[in-house]
């Protein structure tokens, strides 16, 4: 871990002084700022890997820190530090980049382990090694399991994509968790340009302002901090792919901009006159329908129909027949690994009703229930106990079962297994999973759930979820 420089900004002198000797004994340089004034001064002589920083500061706030450092280095990670019950403000600065958080009272070993971590994320960041840029490339297409027409017809066309030098920009659509992310990724690693950097961007983290400097960049001078000139994202992914996530996010500031990148394939840097010329293959994704939100002047057509040329559906897992019990099986095969058990076989109960499931969250949440339900699990049999899903026609009729699409299947009871549940406790678990799903995002989570806003709130409060 030598001659790697870390910046603790926090105005408690005795952590601050305790945390800079324990990561001066592991190798690390470390120097403390208490404000984050001070911080802002120390950055350029320091140029330090990783930025610790306390989210209640006084004077600036710890979440503006984090947004003023984002403006001078999108890739510098800054984790901040929170007191019992500013987990809000870590939640948030999450979303605005921050790389993590540590609570309060901190441990000086997760510490350590948290800069090792963001230091070799920030490394691969900038020079993603050949040898790893191997390993991806060997599991490119493999590790999507599926085998059920929807998904095959799907990954047909993503390889015939992957394995061209050069398409017009790949729209991926398909309800939350049905595998965008992964399919996108795959499309990069088995193609031509799996050596090249692949940028993930995720179009909800960020206001249009910084939005536009993270993607195109900016000059020295450009806004009050622009101290030095910053290539954007797009720049970064010269030769590769740029990934843009949730690109239904995109502020339609940003999307006319966004445009003239794809169409031109130049980009100039926020405060400049230079076109710099870019090759970088587009690869989009999103959970909304974007010709409706086109129609409705929320997003642009001329964008819209740009993106659209190559279009693949993921299709719901519930219309994915058999895949469930493919996906079943891998997750598994990963899971008894990860946590050393052996559970091999699924039981009939089990297996009908990981068939009869709507999953609304789709493979995302399956792979929550298998988790869950390995870490539950005492032999090696997976049993509907171990599953406690939500289904809805589980002891119903089997008519029932192609149903899982519609309203009402949200509606049904849970089944209960035998020794009864403490509803409490599971109302809360279902919260804070919806909460963690949404990434903190207070309005998702809530319609997640099929509740308001406001009950959420009160909810979180009476759990205790909530500062
Ligand atoms: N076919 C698949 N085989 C194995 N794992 C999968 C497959 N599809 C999805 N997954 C896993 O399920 C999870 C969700 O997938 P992913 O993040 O790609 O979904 P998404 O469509 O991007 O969701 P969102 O719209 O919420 O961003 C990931 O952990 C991913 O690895
Ligand atoms: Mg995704």
């Known amino acids: 871990m030598s001659g790697s420089t870390v910046l603790i900004v926090d105005d408690e002198q005795t952590l601050a002084r305790s945390a800079k000797a324990f990561l001066a004994d592991h190798g690390y340089e470390a120097e403390v700022a208490t404000s984050g004034e001070t911080a802002l001064e120390l950055?350029?002589?320091?140029?330090?890997?990783?930025?610790?920083?306390?989210?209640?500061?006084?004077?600036?706030?710890?979440?503006?820190?984090?947004?003023?450092?984002?403006?001078?280095?999108?890739?510098?990670?800054?984790?901040?530090?929170?007191?019992?019950?500013?987990?809000?403000?870590?939640?948030?600065?999450?979303?605005?980049?921050?790389?993590?958080?540590?609570?309060?009272?901190?441990?000086?070993?997760?510490?350590?382990?948290?800069?090792?971590?963001?230091?070799?994320?920030?490394?691969?960041?900038?020079?993603?090694s050949y040898y790893r840029r191997r390993?991806?490339?060997?599991?490119?297409?493999?590790?999507?399991?599926?085998?059920?027409?929807?998904?095959?017809?799907?990954?047909?066309?993503?390889?015939?994509?992957?394995?061209?030098?050069?398409?017009?920009?790949?729209?991926?659509?398909?309800?939350?968790?049905?595998?965008?992310?992964?399919?996108a990724h795959a499309i990069h690693a088995a193609g031509?340009?799996?050596?090249?950097?692949?940028?993930?961007?995720?179009?909800?983290?960020?206001?249009?302002?910084?939005?536009?400097?993270?993607?195109?960049?900016?000059?020295?001078?450009?806004?009050?901090?622009?101290?030095?000139?910053?290539p954007g994202l797009v720049e970064a992914a010269e030769g590769g792919f740029l990934f843009l996530d949730e690109i239904g996010d995109v502020d339609l500031s940003v999307q006319g901009k966004l445009l003239r990148a794809i169409e031109d394939r130049t980009v100039r840097r926020v405060g400049s006159v230079r076109e710099r010329k870019v090759d970088v293959r587009i690869v989009a994704a999103t959970n909304r329908d974007l010709e409706r939100e086109a129609s409705r002047e929320r997003f642009r057509r001329d964008l819209y129909f740009?993106?659209?040329?190559?279009?693949?559906?993921?299709?719901?897992?519930?219309?994915?027949?058999?895949?469930?019990?493919?996906?079943t099986d891998h997750f598994l095969r990963v899971l008894n690994a990860k946590y050393g058990k052996t559970v091999r076989e699924i039981s009939a109960p089990a297996r009908e009703q990981l068939l009869s499931y709507p999953w609304p969250g789709n493979v995302r949440e399956l792979s929550h229930v298998i988790?869950?339900?390995?870490?539950?699990?005492?032999?090696?049999?997976?049993?509907?106990?171990?599953?406690?899903?939500?289904?809805?026609?589980?002891?119903?009729?089997?008519?029932?079962?192609?149903?899982?699409?519609?309203?009402?299947?949200?509606?049904?009871?849970?089944?209960l297994p035998p020794q009864g549940v403490d509803l409490g406790q599971w109302e809360k678990a279902m919260i804070e999973r919806a909460m963690r799903e949404a990434a903190g995002n207070q309005t998702k989570a809530a319609q997640r759930l099929g509740i308001s806003r406001d009950t959420l709130r009160y909810r979180l409060k009476k759990f205790g979820l909530h500062s």
Not at 57 to 67: A, N, Y
Not at 105 to 123: C, I, T
Not at 386 to 414: F, K
Request: net charge negative; hydrophobic share 45%; charged share 25%.
């Open 43 to 128: 950055l350029e002589k320091l140029q330090p890997d990783v930025v610790f920083a306390d989210v209640r500061l006084p004077g600036m706030s710890g979440i503006d820190l984090l947004k003023r450092i984002r403006e001078f280095d999108p890739v510098l990670p800054v984790i901040m530090l929170t007191a019992y019950g500013s987990i809000e403000g870590a939640v948030e600065a999450v979303k605005l980049g921050a790389f993590d958080y540590v609570k309060k009272p901190v441990d000086l070993e997760e510490l350590k382990l948290l800069a090792d971590r963001a230091r070799e994320n920030r490394l691969l960041k900038q020079e993603l």
């Open 192 to 230: 031509p340009r799996a050596l090249k950097p692949f940028i993930e961007v995720n179009c909800t983290a960020l206001p249009a302002t910084l939005m536009e400097a993270e993607l195109f960049g900016y000059e020295r001078g450009a806004f009050t901090d622009a101290k030095e000139s910053k």
């Open 306 to 327: 740009r993106l659209a040329v190559i279009v693949l559906v993921m299709p719901p897992l519930r219309e994915r027949g058999e895949d469930v019990l493919l996906l």
């Open 135 to 183: 390993a991806t490339r060997d599991v490119g297409f493999a590790t999507m399991v599926g085998e059920s027409p929807a998904v095959r017809g799907v990954l047909e066309r993503a390889r015939q994509i992957a394995a061209l030098e050069d398409t017009p920009p790949v729209l991926l659509t398909g309800e939350t968790g049905t595998g965008k992310g992964i399919l």
């Open 371 to 415: 988790e869950r339900a390995v870490l539950w699990s005492r032999g090696p049999t997976l049993d509907v106990e171990h599953l406690s899903l939500t289904s809805p026609d589980h002891d119903a009729a089997p008519t029932h079962r192609s149903s899982s699409g519609d309203a009402e299947a949200g509606a049904a009871a849970p089944a």
